[in-house]
């Protein structure tokens, strides 16, 4: 425990299981309040009972529960300095003969859901970089190595990816003069229900490419997130790539 975060409000999308869950739970052990959303609410309510936090439940592919989920936060919280666009979907699969649902998905979520997100979030961001505590704001988007790196059989998730990485950094060249920091986060391989969405012959073709690979832990990526959102207020971690060790691509 530590309070670096004290006095700060946080909203982890995607924070039902995985990277967004351990996300939050870190947050909250740093002193955040943190708010939690996700379309699975009996698992936000536990989780928000243990950590204190607010259990949002939205789908924010919709964009008018995204904006809610966001101005419930700020209302219901009193204010609004990190936002982990965390929520994702990993649909993989060659494009030729694809399932055009399995896309569509994947853009809804990946893209849209995180710009409605983002946009929303924004004047709540700004708003406490001018307004203590710590004069500073921050908003991590989840990208992916496939947001670093395109490969065959996942051309429309690394589309999604590499969206992201080009929105947050324009995002980024227009607020960082006014302290808030835009960021983004790129995971190899987690242990997560990430793949559990696959295709039965996608899920099985994957579990042999990550055979020997031992994989990150979601509390990985959570404590460099939590590194990236308490550096001083003169330092922003722009980008991280992180992969287990033993992942080459
Ligand atoms: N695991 C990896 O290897 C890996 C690698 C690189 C990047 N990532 C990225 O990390 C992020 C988190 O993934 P994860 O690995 O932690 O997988 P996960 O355990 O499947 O988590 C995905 C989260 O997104 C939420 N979600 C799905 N659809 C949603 C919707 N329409 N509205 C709101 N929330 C929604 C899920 O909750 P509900 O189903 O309850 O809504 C869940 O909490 C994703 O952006 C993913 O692309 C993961």
Request: hydrophobic content about 45%; glycine content about 8%; proline content about 3%.
């Amino acid at each position: 425990m530590s309070n670096e975060l004290q006095g700060t409000v946080a909203l982890v999308t995607g924070a039902s299981s995985g990277i967004g869950e351990a996300t939050a739970r870190a947050l909250a052990a740093h002193g955040a309040t943190v708010a939690v959303a996700a379309r699975r609410k009996d698992r936000l309510d536990a989780l928000a009972g243990e950590i204190g936090g607010l259990a949002i439940e939205a789908d924010v592919t919709d964009r008018e529960q995204a904006i809610a989920t966001v101005e419930r936060t700020a209302s219901e919280l009193g204010r609004l300095d990190i936002v982990i666009n965390n929520a994702g979907v990993m649909l993989l699969g060659p494009i030729e003969n694809a399932p055009m649902e399995e896309w569509e998905r994947m853009v809804h979520l990946n893209v849209l859901g995180l710009l409605y997100t983002a946009h929303a979030a924004l004047p709540h961001l700004l708003k406490a970089a001018e307004i203590g505590p710590r004069r500073v704001a921050d908003i991590i988007n989840i990208s992916s190595v496939a947001g670093r790196v395109a490969r065959r059989g996942s051309g429309v998730y690394n589309l999604s990816k590499f969206g992201i990485g080009a929105f947050s950094e324009s995002l980024r060249q227009e607020v960082t003069g006014r302290h808030v920091r835009v960021a983004l986060v790129e995971p190899g391989a987690v242990s997560t229900e990430l793949t559990s969405h696959l295709r039965p012959e996608i899920r099985e073709q994957t579990a042999q490419r990550l055979a020997n690979i031992e994989r990150l832990h979601a509390d990985d990526i959570a404590d460099a997130i939590t590194y990236m959102v308490t550096r001083p207020r003169r330092m922003a971690v722009n980008e991280m790539l992180i992969r287990p060790t033993e992942q080459e691509m």
